[in-house]
């Protein structure tokens, strides 16, 4: 339901919001999950997520179905956290032990001027139909994407 109300399914085109996409997100809000001003929120076709660099409980039960959602209803989704988040217990590493690590992207350098290039880039591999684990933790597959994605 976060995924539909965030972005753009079914066709609709980028930036408009559906009836059902506005009551999602004041539910969403009205319990205390996310904090949203509906006139702020621009609908897309692709997500980057970001992630802490600490260990996140249940990640994989609670934040892994999110970004699965999302990469089913959108163009592409990246994870991004800063360095220390592909620890095990980090999201970046929880994502990577998963069996969404071959349809959503991951980047554990966030907090570098590199970090966020390489996630700019890592979305644009997603776009490009490709996925990656991007930065020096565990799991990765490299410092960075090709810069020309192939997909």
Request: charged share 15%; net charge negative.
């Amino acid at each position: 339901m976060l995924a539909d109300a965030l972005l753009t399914p079914g066709g609709r085109p980028l930036g408009q919001p559906s009836f059902d996409s506005i009551g999602a997100l004041g539910a969403f809000e009205n319990e205390g999950f996310i904090a949203a001003d509906e006139n702020e929120v621009k609908r897309g076709d692709t997500a980057i997520i970001i992630g802490p660099e600490g260990v996140v409980a249940n990640a994989d039960s609670a934040l892994i179905p999110v970004m699965k959602a999302m990469d089913d209803v959108g163009v592409g989704t990246v994870l991004a956290a800063p360095v220390g988040s592909a620890r095990p217990a980090g999201v970046v590493g929880v994502l990577r032990q998963s069996g969404s690590d071959g349809v959503i992207s991951s980047v554990d350098r966030l907090e570098t001027v590199t970090g966020v290039t390489v996630t700019a880039t890592a979305l644009a591999e997603q776009i490009a139909g490709g996925v990656g684990h991007y930065g020096t933790g565990p799991g990765s597959d490299g410092p960075a994407p090709d810069p020309l994605p192939r997909g």
